[in-house]
């Protein structure tokens, strides 16, 4: 199910030709197709919280994709993805999910966890915590994408974080259940809402 609808960004996403047109980058050799997403690594049904970060930053140095087809960029960012440290925006996402699920193994939080991005490409350049990304960009997306996985996790407990996303949401009468700074900033108050 998440699967099928994830796909859809990689064939590419025909938001390219419309309202993302110009305004995100869709290019795999150089790391730029939607990305950032990553968890749900068992069953749907075992997702408890759902954390929407605001979009993929800029690739990584020598961050590729092969292009042979859909289904493989989708596993392969899925992947490198898994491992979430190495940058303070990391250690310190790592650190909400352990406040979140304190005693839990990564691996099992992976589980219990879903983290995707309320826009799933990138653009140009890196428009930070005070960049703006167009309004019909963040509409294309978020309806095509973000709406539907709404649904998709509708059991779980919903978790803005940064202002970005939560504007985004609202923007789009997607249903939260609560807002964190981003990465960086105590997160314990999330812990306490799941208990």
Request: hydrophobic fraction near 40%; charge should be positive; glycine fraction near 8%.
């Amino acid at each position: 199910m998440l699967e099928d609808l994830l796909i859809n960004a990689y064939r590419p996403c025909v938001g390219l030709l419309r309202a993302c047109k110009n305004h995100v980058v869709w290019i795999p050799s150089e790391g730029y197709i939607p990305r950032g997403y990553f968890g749900a690594e068992g069953d749907i049904n075992e997702v408890e919280l759902v954390l929407v970060l605001a979009e993929p930053g800029t690739p990584f140095k020598g961050e590729s994709y092969c292009q042979s087809g859909p289904l493989e960029m989708l596993k392969v960012q899925r992947q490198s993805c898994t491992d979430i440290s190495g940058s303070i925006f990391h250690d310190n996402l790592l650190k909400i999910l352990k406040y979140c699920f304190p005693g839990y193994s990564v691996e099992l939080i992976m589980k219990k966890t879903w983290i995707t991005e309320s826009v799933l490409c990138s653009t140009p350049i890196d428009r930070g915590a005070n960049g703006n990304i167009p309004a019909c960009v963040e509409k294309e997306c978020g309806n095509r994408f973000l709406a539907k996985q709404r649904v998709i996790f509708e059991n779980a407990f919903w978790v803005t974080v940064g202002g970005k996303p939560k504007a985004r949401l609202a923007s789009l009468n997607i249903k939260t259940d609560f807002h964190i700074h981003h990465p960086g900033l105590p997160a314990y108050n999330v812990y306490r809402k799941l208990m």
